[in-house]
């Protein structure tokens, strides 16, 4: 139990976040992440008269307020610097549920400078939780970093690990951001919320002509006369963002209690579904099945055997573009462009493995761009290797590839122990729902490099904060 590693491996989990707190390393991160005064946890005592007396009268302002864990005080004789103090104090809350809103809407680099100054704040208002994700997280961050200084281009590669560093840190932001399940709940609605946006301009796209051919075989799929892709800008991106959108907003229909929200996420849900099938992206076809069906299994295994009449419906349901993509996955014989590029850059990106297992290349197009035209299969040119594991291991070696998927153990450790102990039904579905998402998401990552969108990335890990807040919150309403 002294030990950080073998405690995760062989601690029973309900004792196993004690047991870590034993090791050395676990404390340095509680140190770097606690280890900072906290002059603004709390609110002030009172408020400024004035102010105070608007805000206990407007609706919408109690309702944000009440809702984000971050109350306006009693009035009294509080004066301007009671004012600041609360600013300070909900600043953190608020900016993350403004960057949780805008994640796929906004540039990458305002997204950053609104996460900076919210992670620095957090540090001086929130408590963090030191489990086993943010220890490895903060060890990923690490490695990030020594990659950055030992790639082949440095000066990108280090910018991206700063950026990627930043955005990683919103999996340990969101759960400090979250004291109750109004808040968690909340903060759902803020993620479907942006996720809405995004549906409403991809179905802008389609009426306005806006949607592009860019990204289709046309010798191959001569039906296809488009590709949505919002606000992401690529059909791909977007709809690996809508596998993490999805599964959220149908198991809204089931969690919220209020009929009108329950209706809002219907909406929501097959807005986005609309979406997801505009994208002819065939990789995220069968990664939301194959979430659909996980869901099931977790949920109610009983109704697995309802798949062999929907699988054979398919053919007179689906619209025959759609089907014609998602048949041409298994049409080796006539394979189109993307499949065959893909398998030699696959190919090509595991003969750099040969040689760069241990250390990696370093991080982003410059670093891989330099090295892989050497290893590359005839004229087959690309950013990326278009596999997310594959990707993590040639940029960061082997150690940030073991690193990576024991963050991924952690969420669904922590999620399968949840799901272990959740005997409400809407909680179940929820829970069911997330796990579902992050392996559709995962799925989608071995035909595609889904962190190659910043913005995706970012969101991701929103996401798994989301997960751990509403695991934390509900599972200790449970106990």
């Given at each position: ?35 900072f ?38 009035s ?61 997280l ?17 000066r ?12 990683m840190?919103a ?46 075989d ?17 059909p ?8 993490l ?27 986005l ?10 990789g ?27 699988i ?81 291991f ?23 122990n ?14 069911g ?12 990552g ?13 969101t ?20």
């Amino acid at each position: 139990m002294g030990s950080f590693i073998a405690g995760f491996f062989t601690a029973p989990f309900e004792k196993s976040e004690e047991g870590i707190k034993k090791s050395l390393f676990v404390r340095v991160v509680d140190k770097v992440l606690n280890g900072f005064p906290k002059p603004f946890a709390q609110p002030p005592p009172t408020w400024q008269k004035g102010l105070a007396k608007t805000s206990s009268n407007s609706w919408m302002i109690h309702t944000l307020t009440d809702n984000f864990d971050t109350p306006i005080p009693p009035s009294g004789e509080g004066g301007i610097k009671s004012v600041v103090m609360w600013g300070l104090f909900a600043l953190p809350v608020w900016g993350m549920a403004v960057i949780t809103l805008t994640a796929p809407i906004i540039p990458t680099m305002m997204l950053a400078g609104l996460l900076l100054p919210v992670l620095f704040f957090l540090l001086l208002s929130r408590t963090f939780e030191v489990n086993h994700l943010a220890v490895f997280l903060l060890l990923f961050i690490i490695v990030n970093m020594m990659a950055g200084f030992m790639s082949f281009t440095p000066r990108a590669s280090i910018e991206i690990a700063l950026l990627v560093s930043l955005f990683m840190l919103a999996a340990i932001a969101v759960p400090a951001c979250c004291r109750s399940q109004k808040s968690v709940d909340f903060f759902f609605l803020i993620f479907l919320a942006g996720a809405g946006v995004t549906g409403l301009v991809g179905i802008w796209q389609v009426f306005a002509g806006y949607a592009t051919q860019t990204w289709i075989d046309l010798d191959a799929f001569t039906d296809i006369s488009l590709r949505v892709f919002s606000t992401l800008g690529n059909p791909n991106v977007y709809g690996t963002y809508l596998l993490l959108a999805i599964p959220l907003a149908a198991a809204c229909v089931v969690f919220l209690k209020h009929p009108f929200l329950k209706l809002c996420a219907a909406g929501l849900t097959v807005l986005l579904l609309i979406n997801l099938v505009l994208t002819f992206s065939r990789g995220c076809y069968l990664a939301l099945a194959l979430a659909a069906g996980i869901f099931v299994l977790i949920i109610e295994k009983r109704f697995v055997i309802l798949f062999i009449p929907a699988i054979l419906a398919l053919p007179f349901v689906l619209p025959p573009a759609v089907l014609n993509r998602l048949m041409s996955v298994i049409n080796f014989a006539d394979m189109d462009t993307s499949t065959v590029f893909r398998l030699n850059i696959w190919r090509g990106t595991i003969r750099i493995l040969q040689d760069f297992w241990m250390t990696g290349i370093g991080q982003g197009i410059g670093a891989y761009n330099m090295v892989y035209p050497y290893y590359a299969l005839a004229a087959v040119v690309s950013p990326h290797s278009h596999n997310l594991f594959l990707q993590i291991f040639v940029e960061l070696g082997i150690v940030g590839l073991v690193v990576f998927i024991c963050i991924l153990a952690c969420f669904f450790r922590t999620m399968v122990n949840f799901m272990r102990h959740a005997t409400e039904f809407r909680l179940r579905v929820m829970g069911g729902a997330m796990i579902a998402a992050v392996i559709g998401f995962l799925f989608q990552g071995i035909f595609d490099y889904v962190f190659y969108n910043y913005r995706v990335q970012l969101t991701f890990y929103i996401f798994i904060g989301l997960c751990m807040a509403f695991a934390k919150v509900y599972g200790k309403a449970r106990d």
